[in-house]
């Protein structure tokens, strides 16, 4: 199979993570003679710097044209007093536009081998952590209107929080499918007891539930999912969820592994068009020093093969690499334990391309 990738290698330690994606993209392409085809587009600081914009018109429409998108990370010091209608995140808000990037897939899972960096203690997280949040990303109160003005003789503020129907049935599908491939449990988290849009957003959930009978679904509210991701983690397997509670839950979800640099994520359109990144930032503070760990990258390019491509194989023997890997006791120095082997940035990539 031939596919068409757009790297979009970013800022600080962007670049070197995704070349190490890439080399594990490359393994796999070797092993089921596939060809991956990769067009570089520079995308946040190092866009700005180049071409005055955080991505040009030209960028757009490579990543527009793509089979994928993969993404290292954006941003850093230099480009913090950049005026906000240039700023690098600009041009991530601007690409989840123009692909129509309406789902968030973030997997959370504590790798049983560092299951010491989770701040949780063993008895809460013993038996693993592995759930997926699915969050809306184009609509909600990120999306509507906002105003500040002056009214009664003082400040005033609003921002409206707004969903159609079809908004949440096109993201509740998303979370019944993916929910089908995992384990079959979905709880869909709102504030129903108070919000309206909760209250559509749930109704809606409920008719999707009758078209899937396999999985077993429950409403929960989000002031007790908080809750309940620290109290009892395993008892979730997919949350789906609005945009900003999705926005907080999922950060509060990667934190339980403790280990940022592990974590991969999914963006979705309603084609098989996705961007697929790393949780974390650009790290400036370790940018060229070849010590970043390049796990979270590999494991979205995984997703990207399972998601984008529906080579689930492919995908399955990334993530075993990666397994592999942990088992061996090779660590980059962000989770790196004692009686283990440190690994720099590109030798992990070289370790867990020569596990497949
Ligand atoms: P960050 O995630 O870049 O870094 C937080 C801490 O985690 C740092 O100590 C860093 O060294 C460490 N870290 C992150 N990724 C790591 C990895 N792969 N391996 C080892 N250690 C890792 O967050 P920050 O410092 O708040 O932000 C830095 C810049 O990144 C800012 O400009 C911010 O706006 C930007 N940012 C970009 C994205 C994105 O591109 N999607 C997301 C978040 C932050």
Redesign the pocket.
């Known amino acids: 199979m031939e596919k068409k990738i757009t790297v979009l290698s970013?800022?600080?330690?962007?670049p070197e993570?995704v070349r190490e994606a890439i080399k594990v993209l490359d393994k796999i392409a070797h092993k089921y003679n596939h060809t991956f085809k990769y067009t570089y587009v520079d995308i946040?600081?190092c866009s700005i710097d180049k071409f005055g914009v955080p991505i040009t018109d030209e960028g757009m429409e490579k990543c527009k044209g793509a089979d994928s998108v993969l993404?290292?990370?954006?941003?850093?010091?230099k480009?913090?007093s950049c005026p906000p209608s240039i700023r690098?995140?600009k041009a991530?808000l601007a690409v989840r536009k123009e692909l129509g990037l309406f789902a968030n897939l973030r997997p959370t899972k504590l790798f049983l081998q560092l299951a010491d960096s989770s701040p949780l203690k063993q008895s809460v997280v013993g038996n693993g952590i592995d759930l997926m949040i699915v969050r809306e990303l184009t609509g909600g109160i990120y999306f509507g209107e906002r105003k500040t003005e002056e009214k009664n003789g003082e400040m005033y503020s609003y921002d409206v929080m707004s969903y159609y129907e079809h908004e949440i049935e096109r993201i509740g599908r998303v979370a019944f499918d993916c929910a089908m491939k995992r384990n079959k449990k979905l709880a869909s988290v709102d504030k129903a007891n108070v919000l309206d849009t909760s209250r559509l957003w749930r109704k809606t959930m409920h008719r999707l539930s009758e078209e899937y009978p396999q999985v077993e679904y429950s409403d929960i509210l989000v002031d007790n999912t908080a809750m309940q991701l620290i109290k009892n983690p395993a008892q979730f397997d997919v949350i789906v969820t609005e945009n900003m509670f999705g926005d907080i839950l999922s950060d509060e979800a990667s934190m339980l592994t403790g280990s940022?640099?592990?974590m991969p994520s999914a963006s979705l359109s309603s084609t098989t068009l996705g961007m697929y990144?790393?949780?974390?930032?650009?790290?400036?503070?370790?940018a060229g020093m070849n010590?970043?760990?390049?796990?979270?990258?590999v494991l979205s390019a995984a997703m990207m093969l399972r998601y984008s491509f529906d080579m689930a194989k492919e995908a399955d023997d990334i993530e075993n690499a990666v397994n592999s890997v942990l088992n061996q006791n090779y660590r980059?120095?962000?989770?790196m334990q004692e009686g283990c082997r440190k690994l720099s940035?590109s030798e992990m990539g070289d370790m867990i391309a020569a596990n497949i």
């Open positions: 970013g800022d600080g330690i962007g993570i946040g600081g993404l290292g990370a954006v941003g850093g010091p480009w913090d690098p995140e991530l940022i640099g592990m990144e790393p949780i974390h930032g650009s790290a400036p503070d370790i010590i970043a760990n390049p796990i979270g990258t980059t120095s962000d989770i940035c």
